[in-house]
Nanobody, 122 residues
Framework: QVQLVESGGGLVQAGGSLRLSCAPSGIVFSMGDLDWYRQAPGNQRELVAHSSAGGASTNYADSVKGRFTISRDDAKNTAYLQMDNLKPEDTAVYYC???????????????WGQGTQVTVSA
């Protein structure tokens, strides 16, 4: 079983920045499509950013366009979410979701991270 581990969350003032990371806990062959989601208390989980396999294309929720950047280092099988100009409404638990191929020749399966808390103070 693959476990994705996120890091980089914390408390920051409005206008500040944070960089989230997400990587498998063990050795995997490759990561394909990957997403960052967030869920604020009382709200549904929402898609924040998407990167296609290899990073050929990216998409963002309108609420974060121009402030958040999704990136990846496929050599390290690691995903990132750079968050700039943070706002109090960005406060949420952030989750990564990735399609992972554990070994060459296997199918890709989707896995979730455990989440990391981001809190933005006014």
């Amino acid at each position: 079983q693959v476990q994705l581990v996120e890091s980089g969350g914390g408390l920051v003032q409005a206008g500040g920045s944070l960089r989230l990371s997400c990587a498998p806990s063990g050795i995997v062959f490759s990561m394909g499509d990957l997403d960052w989601y967030r869920q604020a208390p009382g709200n549904q989980r929402e898609l924040v950013a998407h990167s296609s396999a290899g990073g050929a294309s990216t998409n963002y929720a309108d609420s974060v366009k121009g402030r958040f950047t999704i990136s990846r280092d496929d050599a390290k099988n690691t995903a990132y979410l750079q968050m700039d100009n943070l706002k109090p409404e960005d406060t949420a638990v952030y989750y990564c979701y990735a399609k992972v191929k554990r070994e060459i020749g296997q199918f890709e399966y989707g896995y979730w991270g455990q989440g990391t808390q981001v809190t933005v103070s006014a």
